[in-house]
């Protein structure tokens, strides 16, 4: 529901109109071309993923069943792209206490994922595991990422230890590139079961290869619906007509509204479930459309500011400033129709006004209310802002919310003129840390950092 990023709803002093969008839709339909002509070149590996996965499913499915009663614990050692969709998958899908209670895991093994170096996190959480009924899965595209490779060095100590060196392979799975960096290799050498990340897809658009779809095959989610509701969402994208096709629309929203000056595009689900895939998408659009140069080397620093919220709580800490402050944001709120528990408000206290009026009605009301209340709020402050309902929660829908944000990220970054898919920022980082810890090859960045006043 795009309504309240138009004048009509918020003021012409910060609202659109449909006459801009009109305007400037051929270069949404160019990005669109553009990106179906990358696709036919083989360089959308993320748009295969909903079709070409048949045998992999397949794969994971029965490693799940024959794995999932030999341990209690699986825990995902990956970090960025590698950890956020296993993340956002599991908080949406599985009870939200699922790692608290056997009856909410229906047979299925405790999930983590250790996503950080901070050795008070690795430690707390290695202390609470028993080594012979835990399962790692190393997650590294490139197979060399310090903090999941570090990780995955504590790990396997922790593992050998307990069951013996020959034995360790068994507790581990990795995923990653099939022919290049050092997790493969390692895997080889240790037995270890592989899954393969396609070259041609970015760690922040794989959430439905088996980064994302091991994990979610180990806590019973049901991975091949993940992928129709991706499929599903695929046919509404290719579609050429703008009006159309919500990602072609909310692309060029998003663009044309950054370059009104919105520069913070928030993104806010009323849903606990959905809470995570705002985490999720915050990475998809920093790293995808925060660059320093254009397509054609000229320095042009530029990218969106995404921000993750969550309704109704968040009306409590951020929404007087998306209300009051700066005319800097565009916000995205996620809504859902239906919630899988109504649970109605106790009625009591009837001659007490304040509180009587909540009885009868119930929490799936209230939290829907108070979203179209956060909305009108906004539209009487002259606040852009735009709707994604889903029907229900579940994995159709939630391969579709993946896919339609990963579209539009990249029609966003056709219009920005912007390589899309790359991360020379985050590499750079990498390789600095690679320098000072000494590895070989990167003394370059060791002598930078040495020369360097910051330490
Ligand atoms: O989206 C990306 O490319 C990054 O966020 C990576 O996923 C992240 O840096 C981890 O990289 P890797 O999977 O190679 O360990």
């Known amino acids: 529901d ?72 699986f825990v995902v050692l990956g970090i960025g792209g590698s950890a956020l969709g296993n993340i956002a998958v599991q908080t949406a899908i599985n009870d939200p206490h699922y790692n608290l209670f056997k009856e909410a895991r229906n047979g299925y093994p405790r999930l983590f994922v250790s996503d950080n170096v901070d050795p008070e996190g690795i430690k707390a959480l290695l202390d609470k595991l028993d080594p012979e009924k835990t399962l790692f899965n190393v997650i590294s595209k490139s197979g060399s990422t310090a903090e999941t490779m570090s990780q995955f060095l504590l790990a396997r100590k922790f593992v050998a230890d307990a069951v013996g060196e020959e034995k360790v392979g068994e507790h581990f799975i990795a995923t990653t590139s099939k022919d290049s960096g050092y997790l493969i290799e390692i895997a080889e050498r240790e037995g270890m079961k592989k899954f393969f990340i396609p070259d041609n897809v970015g760690g922040r658009f794989s959430v439905l290869t088996p980064v994302g779809l091991l994990s979610a095959a180990m806590t019973g989610v049901d991975i091949e619906e993940l992928l129709e509701g991706a499929a599903y969402m695929d046919q509404i994208c290719r579609k050429s007509d703008f009006w159309e096709n919500p990602a072609l629309v909310n692309g060029l929203i998003q663009y044309l509204a950054y370059k009104k000056g919105k520069v913070m595009s928030v993104m806010m689900p009323y849903s606990d479930r959905l809470r995570d895939v705002a985490d999720w998408y915050r ?62 408000i106790p009625g009591a206290y009837k001659d007490l006004d304040g509180v009587g009026y909540l009885g009868g009605h119930s929490f ?23 709707t994604v309902k889903v029907p229900e929660v579940n994995e159709f829908t939630l391969g579709q919310l993946f896919y339609f944000f990963e579209f539009q990220t990249a029609v966003t970054g056709e219009l920005l003129n912007i390589n899309t898919f790359n991360q020379p920022g985050v590499e750079l980082g990498k390789n600095y840390t690679y320098g000072i810890f000494g590895r070989d090859g990167y003394q370059d960045k060791k002598d930078e950092f040495d020369s360097s006043a910051e330490h």
Do not use: C
């Open 364 to 386: 799936a009301e209230l939290i829907n209310t108070e979203k179209w209340a956060t909305e009108l709020a906004l539209n009487k402050r002259n606040r852009m802002n735009q």
């Open 283 to 344: 990475q998809l659009w920093a790293e995808s459309l925060g660059k320093e140069v254009d397509r054609q080397g000229n320095t042009v620093n530029v990218g969106p500011t995404p921000i993750k919220a969550l309704g109704a709580t968040d009306q409590h800490s951020q929404a007087q400033l998306y209300m009051e402050g700066p005319f800097d944001k565009i916000i995205t709120f996620l809504e859902v129709e239906n919630f899988a528990e109504e649970l109605e």
């Open 2 to 73: 795009i309504n309240n990023v138009f004048a009509e709803m918020i003021g012409k002093e910060h609202g659109m109109t449909v006459e801009e969008l009109e305007e400037a839709k051929d270069k949404a339909l160019k990005a669109h071309q553009n990106i179906l002509k990358a696709e036919a070149e083989g360089e959308m590996g993320f748009m295969e993923l909903p079709y070409k996965q048949k045998e992999v499913v397949n794969e994971l499915k029965e490693t799940a069943e024959k794995l999932k009663d030999k341990f209690d614990n």
